[in-house]
């Protein structure tokens, strides 16, 4: 059975700093991975998807990277703004599957 | 603006009580999803809907209930069998991921609490 761990739980920076947000899964053959943000109360906003033939996507400051050969994705923020504040869900979805699997979220909070 | 509506946004429940909350999406997706989110935890999937009248059981099935007789909609129902339900539920849809790779579109959940 799959399973997702995020590290750190929680993270705390002063705005400007660029910084990365890891993730790791156990069962390497997946059909994607995607990044989630969560505002407090709110639901998911999907952030980036990379398909298991990739191996980053980029959107604006945001660059996420996969490898699948280690069980391991991370998120990269560049110059971190006080609204990045947010928790980052990471989420692998299983080949045959339509269904995600999710990490517990990293709780990151940027100060002005 | 296509989404997906959840209702109501806090629901409380009383010992031994069935309640309902409501997902509806205008999105045109085939597939929705049921998660339950506890504080510090991911989620879980509860139950899931790949086409109109059918459904598979997620990991934690137990004690709620689903039906999908139109597209737009996937009302989940807790039921008094569920003894832990305090938590905060997330509906989501999305196109079925076989052949296109698509994100999961999540509406702004529902938090219900037990009295």
């Known amino acids: 059975k799959q399973e997702v761990t995020q590290i750190p739980a929680a993270l705390s920076v002063p705005e400007g700093e660029n910084l990365v947000l890891n993730c790791s899964f156990t069962d390497s053959a997946i059909y994607n991975l995607q990044w989630f943000r969560q505002d407090p109360g709110k639901g998911l906003t999907s952030l980036l998807l990379i398909q298991s033939s990739q191996r980053e996507q980029t959107s604006g400051r945001l660059n996420a990277s996969l490898d699948k050969s280690s069980g391991r994705s991370t998120l990269y923020i560049a110059a971190s703004q006080p609204g990045d504040s947010a928790t980052y869900l990471c989420a692998a979805m299983n080949s045959g599957y339509s269904t995600l699997t999710f990490g517990k979220g990293t709780m990151l909070l940027v100060s002005p | 603006d296509g989404g997906i509506t959840q209702s109501p946004k806090y629901l409380f429940r009383k010992e031994g009580q069935n309640v309902t909350l409501s997902c509806e999406q205008n999105l045109n997706h085939d597939a929705m999803y049921w998660y339950r989110q506890d504080p510090g935890q991911g989620l879980r999937l509860i139950y899931y809907?790949?086409?109109?009248?059918?459904?598979q059981k997620g990991d934690i099935a137990e004690g709620y209930s689903v039906s999908r007789e139109k597209k737009e909609s996937f009302p989940l129902t807790v039921t008094s069998a569920q003894k832990n339900p305090t938590a905060f539920y997330l509906c989501?849809?999305?196109?079925?991921?076989?052949?296109?790779?698509?994100?999961?579109?999540f509406g702004d959940g529902t938090r219900l609490s037990i009295l």
């Open positions: 989501a849809s999305s196109i079925p991921n076989r052949d296109t790779y698509q994100p999961q579109h």
């Open positions: 809907s790949q086409i109109v009248n059918d459904f």
